[in-house]
């Protein structure tokens, strides 16, 4: 009876069309009143003590860099220098966009922010060169994916704060993980357009490489800076988000030179925006979290998953089928802190490693951004590239397949993510 009021209340909530963060004080009242636990003090003081976390300051540094970097120059020159190196290749275009996807990852960390900058500046580019652009727009909206994958990753800070599991063993043991979906999304896209008689556009010289890496050497060097000073403990993920917003705007400003005055009033107003609405909803579910521990729901669901606890790739394929359900319906932030508090108790209880299952179930919410009905990135794309939804949906189904697969292969074969893992966490 206590999980149909939470989750009763919560999907009658969002039904209503509450927003979702308003949907999770519903649900965490009406289980309140079901436990007859009610007091206004305690949902004021989960509410506070939700947002209240030194490690979540990494979220709102981290969407401003993204926001920086994105206005700033950096990710065109990405582009570019991706460009530089692959687009002469039959197809090109496409593989530029998985590599500049890729390197862009492993600087903003945000789904949204990669999805909307790779379809301002490669959209048109596909388009032109011929490509269908349903087909192209798939392909960008699941090369954004990889953006909460690779670190640094505005998800896996999220899980790390809810799960109590580190934030820096995630960022490690998620670089490589990452880099399969890229290479998932080249084979995917290269088995597309074997038959298309598209003309690549030609090899540039050694020196035009050279001077598109010169170019983007200031941006390259931001995710090598951030991972060797994770590595070598010289400062925390939160410290980390703080490097990499000062290092953005530095490069922006002062090397680049192309982000304005104006530009930073509104690139700062745009991230605390964006901020503000993550940190309320992350506020707003750790009432749930709080009541789920009280109303003892874990010890519920384990009795619902008791067959698969004596098998640890049955019960990760069950619980990832499950996430997958849930992301049709459900973003990506909310999706984590609902079920975060729900399914550890059971994976600690199955002898599963938090951090392998904190990337799968990160890569799982994140391919979640694509999955229709809901598909936040698929709505960027589709805004951006001025495209109907229909389309984008259409154009990203055989890459969203390819991704679903990696992460299954990674569940039969846990050992894709624990050896690069122990590699990279020493």
Not at 286 to 297: F, G, H, K, N, Q
Not at 374 to 394: C, E, I, P, S
Request: glycine share 10%; hydrophobic share 60%; proline share 6%.
């Amino acid at each position: 009876m206590t999980i149909i009021v939470f989750v009763g209340s919560l999907l009658l909530a969002m039904a209503m069309g509450i927003p979702i963060a308003f949907s999770l004080l519903a649900s965490g009242v009406a289980l309140m009143w079901h436990l007859d636990l009610f007091d206004a003090q305690i949902l004021a003081q989960n509410v506070i003590g939700g947002a209240d976390s030194f490690p979540l300051l990494a979220v709102p540094f981290f969407m401003l860099a993204g926001e920086i970097m994105n206005v700033g120059g950096l990710s065109k020159r990405i582009v570019d220098f991706a460009l530089a190196l692959v687009g002469h290749i039959k197809g090109g275009l496409g593989y530029v966009t998985i590599l500049a996807g890729c390197l862009l990852s492993a600087l903003s960390g945000s789904a949204v922010a990669d999805a909307a900058a790779l379809t301002a500046l490669l959209l048109p580019m596909m388009v032109k060169a011929g490509h269908d652009k349903a087909r192209a727009g798939g392909l960008i909206a699941a090369t954004g994916v990889i953006g909460p994958v690779i670190p640094p990753s505005i998800g896996l800070v999220i899980f790390g704060v809810a799960a109590n599991v580190s934030i820096s063993k995630l960022f490690l043991a998620a670089i490589v993980p990452g880099l399969l979906i890229g290479a998932a999304l080249w084979l995917t896209w290269a088995w597309l357009v074997r038959k298309e008689k598209i003309v690549p556009p030609p090899r540039q010289s050694g020196a035009e490489i050279f001077t598109a890496f010169r170019k983007a050497l200031w941006a390259l060097m931001l995710p090598f800076i951030i991972l060797v000073g994770l590595r070598m403990g010289v400062f925390t993920p939160t410290e980390a988000a703080v490097v990499a917003a000062v290092y953005a705007l530095f490069v922006s400003t002062v090397i680049y030179r192309e982000l304005t005055w104006g530009d930073l009033y509104r690139v700062f107003v745009g991230a605390a925006k964006t901020s503000a609405i993550v940190m309320f909803l992350i506020a707003a579910a750790m009432v749930s979290a709080w009541l789920i521990t009280v109303a003892d729901l874990p010890s519920k669901v384990v009795s619902l998953l008791q067959p698969f606890m004596g098998n640890q790739i049955l019960l990760m394929i069950a619980i990832m089928i499950l996430v997958m359900i849930v992301g049709t319906a459900m973003d990506m932030t909310p999706t984590i802190l609902i079920l975060t508090p729900v399914l550890m108790p059971i994976v600690k209880a199955a002898g599963i490693d938090p951090v392998y299952f904190g990337v799968l179930f990160i890569i799982n919410n994140s391919i979640g951004l694509v999955t229709p009905p809901v598909g936040t990135v698929l709505n960027v794309v589709a805004g951006v590239g001025k495209m109907k939804m229909d389309d984008v949906t259409r154009g990203v189904v055989p890459f969203m397949i390819a991704e679903f697969v990696v992460m299954f292969l990674m569940v039969l074969f846990p050992w894709l993510v624990i050896w690069p893992a122990r590699f990279f966490g020493g």
